[in-house]
């Protein structure tokens, strides 16, 4: 499974950007697909995840911020964020989550970065 993340950059603090991630096959329908950032100096941290039935979660600091979607027919899947905050800076991670009996498949894109300054 191969994950490619795009869209990152940087924005001043109030400004928006949309993240993409980017797979192929049934992936986005069949694997929770998560975005996760990770902040200088900082652990990996969840950010939202949209479950193969379209569920979604969010971690509750981004509430009414950051919306996960997908697109199921372009096996895509984005994250769009609103009134950014220097907080945000991070590298933006797609993640493909799928646990079926005992095994687990997990994996991660590349990375995007995300730089929130004025």
């Known amino acids: 499974v191969q994950l490619q993340a795009s869209g990152g950059g940087f924005v001043q603090p109030g400004g928006s950007l949309r993240l993409s991630c980017a797979t192929s096959?049934?992936?986005?329908?069949?694997?929770?697909m998560g975005w996760y950032r990770q902040a200088p100096g900082k652990e990996r941290e969840l950010v939202a995840v949209?479950?193969?039935?379209?569920?979604?979660n969010y971690a509750d600091s981004l509430k009414g911020r950051f919306t996960i979607s997908r697109d199921v027919a372009k096996n895509t899947v984005y994250l769009q964020m609103n009134n950014l905050k220097s907080e945000d800076t991070a590298v933006y991670y797609c993640n493909a989550n799928r646990r079926s009996g005992t095994r687990e498949y997990d994996f991660w894109g590349q990375g995007t970065q995300v730089t929130v300054s004025s």
């Open positions: 096959g049934m992936i986005v329908s069949i694997f929770a």
């Open positions: 949209i479950t193969g039935s379209g569920s979604t």
